[in-house]
């Protein structure tokens, strides 16, 4: 089950115009997008009403989406306003019609009832295309459900193990971190103090070899599945920890996730960064070390979704570091539930 | 749910010989098909009764079949006639034997009782063989339900949208149908008058380019899943539609469907023509054209099954076009109630 | 259902080490395999216990196995021994561990309770690296319920069909066999004489052309899953039924099936002969030809499972040959009844 009343990330602002009609699975419902001709993004069912061909397949006739089986033509609302070999169109002949937003280089969409769609609740992500930052990133696709991928982003303890010659270094694993959460969020904070950063950290931030670095990582879960961290590292001892950033690197890794179907996830990810803005390759820099590291937790965590599917599974046993991961899918599956029982929903809230 | 009780197309007459066993899955239910010495085709259940290994692995012994695994030879009755091993054959020792039929050209197969097979009752396809015609086609398989394909045939608008660029103009579309029902066929015609043919009309009926024609469609579905069609086109006003056809070009297109699994079809079909008999290359261009205008059909159903498959489906909304594929199904659909509960079926009809 | 309190045969001994880590999959369950640094073999379940990555991926530091994921490191008794970044291990932090023994080059584990493993129940395969013998084998996989393949190496009439040009002759299938059972094996027996031999015996037994031998097959079955054939043929009328096999050749087959999932295999299985040791050769000779002709077997069976698995599949027919099979399939079915309802198997036996 998923949270439907909720802004998800359908697509790369890029990914959708007016030629190649992009389809896509969300939350198991195929949705077609395409740009209407003053560039306005549309997001609807992407099954024809009559007799269920994908539109996708089909083309737009001004801003029209027509059905590539039998010519039946909706407009943006999802409405049909076109039936060929007859006048009228018959009551009911519609596909629903999903709440789109372009915003800071996503196509944002509602997957659930439109009258509850507010764009002021759609996560800030302003440092996608803020003029103080430069920003770069990608869609992946996992094998895995996607509260796998939430968990794997708030205990970066992993960095020690699957990114071990990547982002990783032993300390990591080894500090402890603290939690804060509130209604609306968990916030995860880890400072490994006073030692070696990765390799790409070091020529980023142009630290001498072997300088050591205090490390600062920020890690904040927004529901559904909403991840962006605070990032970076400075000279060990200037000052980082109590607020001065000054002698150091600061970046933000951006995290959307969509869920596509119950076992496989969109993975929309971008990298900024606010130092050496002139520096294109910087940027490029970075999103390729994250992009590498990337591949290595999609495939660990396409395995665990493999092996929780076989055999006989125990129930998992919980460590000290799952403290974020936990407060996060408890929080989301109480929203879950919530949505999908209102009422019970309520009484549990009052008797917690 | 199929049909049991009727006459399938399962072969093409070249695809079943004495070398190669064929091996074909119809209504869900592994056959197998060969030839007997004197070129009698025998269609047996392609299933051990020992241990359940295909006989389509094993070889011929004179008019017996023989397992590929332990030897046991069966007749062109599904009876066991040897067990190497032993002089006698166990009771109960057989296979399913389907009645048979070759005719014009393909090998009918009878998937119920066998004590109802009549070969009367096998549709007339006449034109495959007759010498007033010339006929070709082929094989074809599509990954959806049967009844999508029958549906498809039974509604010619998709010419203008599938078939745009090869049989289709936009004309077909907007013209309106005509649908006319018993209780053992639904024909379904339309007279698109006076406007220009698709281009291999023009080559095939020796059209002047831009000439314009009254063009016909008239289509019949009998059960469960046979389609015949007559059409043709004659130059307009000539008088075609009053019975004058001696100024255009008529042929059949000969479409017999055979469910191979619940969402997997068998498509035989053939393109016949009763004029210039001794140009063969016509005979190829109706083929050829048609060819690629049914891997155009079977992309689309394909994905509309996919599409049916995926997330939240909705009731079809139906249009005016589609009257002759919804009293097709609804007549296959109560026989084959009818099959399955004989005293429902004749209570339904009394009250209806 | 699978007979859990038995050893099974997980891999050959030269499978496992300390560098790649194995993993595979045996009654369902994802096990992994590796030595420790003294040598000594391990089998653990292959799911860490905190969130069920698979273990294989990780590596060894020592004797334990660290998980790839968070770096928890488990002991070979399963027990978690390390979890990074904090001191205490918590209760229930632990994986299944199986017992393991290491025998005849072949790794046996023990898949049901281990307080009932006992190293003495492990079947005696000695030919393996007994110094009167030399023995040589493979892993194959089978795309198929584990019992069919046991079925197959009870009845080796089939050796006149699927193998008629490898191993069989037409000869074989027309010998009765003779069954023998107690409670724990099931021994069937055939004696064809004075027949000609397959050709690789001819070379391996150095029989002039054309000469004929009596052949012998006693084959003994032990459950689970475990099939050991002493096989062979000595010049015809020289003795060999009495009990002289001086004038021909003795092998054994012998043959470990361990069921990986509820219809794929893993089949072990070796040749070996106490004749011309000192010549490599025939050993290759041997082991050449029954590879080709368990490929044979491997891909009938495989289709014998496509087709019970598809249409309507009837009770099986038994027939003479059939003997063998019966006996062990029922012998071992009642040993799972009584293992998973100790009273009810009591019960059923007092009745029978």
Redesign the interface.
């Known amino acids: 089950m998923f949270l439907k009343n909720a802004w998800y990330v359908g697509a790369w602002d890029t990914e959708i115009g007016r030629q190649n009609l992009l389809r896509r699975?969300l939350l198991?419902?195929?949705v077609v997008f395409y740009r209407q001709e003053d560039g306005t993004p549309v997001a609807l069912?992407?099954?024809c009403?009559?007799?269920?061909?994908?539109l996708s397949?089909?083309k737009l006739v001004g801003d029209m989406i027509?059905?590539?089986?039998?010519?039946?033509e909706y407009n943006s609302d999802g409405d049909?306003v076109r039936?060929?070999?007859?006048s009228n169109v018959?009551p009911?002949?519609r596909v629903r019609s999903y709440p789109v937003v372009e915003r800071n280089h996503w196509i944002w969409l509602w997957m659930g009832d439109p009258a509850l769609a507010d764009p002021d609740d759609i996560e800030d992500f302003h440092w996608m295309d803020d003029p103080g930052w430069r920003a770069k990133g990608e869609l992946m696709h996992l094998k895995a459900d996607y509260k796998l991928l939430v968990?794997n982003l708030l205990?970066l303890?992993?960095l020690?193990?699957?990114h071990a010659t990547t982002l990783g270094t032993s300390a990591v694993?080894?500090?402890?971190m603290s939690v804060d959460r509130s209604d609306s969020h968990v916030t995860v904070t880890r400072w490994v103090m006073d030692s070696t950063p990765p390799p790409f950290f070091e020529k980023a931030g142009g630290f001498a070899p072997d300088e050591h670095v205090d490390r600062w990582q920020h890690i904040t879960w927004t529901p559904p599945a909403f991840v962006r961290l605070d990032v970076g590292a400075a000279k060990a001892g200037t000052g980082a920890k109590e607020g001065d950033r000054s002698q150091g690197i600061t970046m933000r890794n951006l995290n959307a996730i969509t869920p596509e179907t119950d076992k496989t996830t969109h993975y929309f990810w971008a990298q900024a960064h606010d130092f050496r803005l002139d520096e294109p390759w910087i940027t490029d820099l970075l999103v390729a070390n994250i992009h590498e590291a990337f591949l290595e937790d999609l495939e660990?965590i396409g395995?665990?979704q493999?092996?929780?599917d076989?055999?006989?599974?125990?129930p998992?046993?919980?460590?000290?570091?799952d403290g974020g991961g936990l407060q996060a899918i408890r929080t989301l599956e109480a929203m879950i539930d919530a949505e999908n029982d209102p009422g019970a929903g309520q009484t549990a809230q009052a008797a917690e």
């Open positions: 699975t198991n419902e195929p069912e992407d099954k009403a009559h007799r269920h061909a994908p397949e089909g027509q059905c590539p089986y039998h010519g039946l049909c039936v060929p070999g007859q018959p009911g002949c968990e205990d303890s992993h020690s193990y699957i694993a080894e500090t402890p660990i395995l665990q493999i092996n929780i076989s055999g006989t599974t125990q998992r046993i919980d460590i000290n570091h």
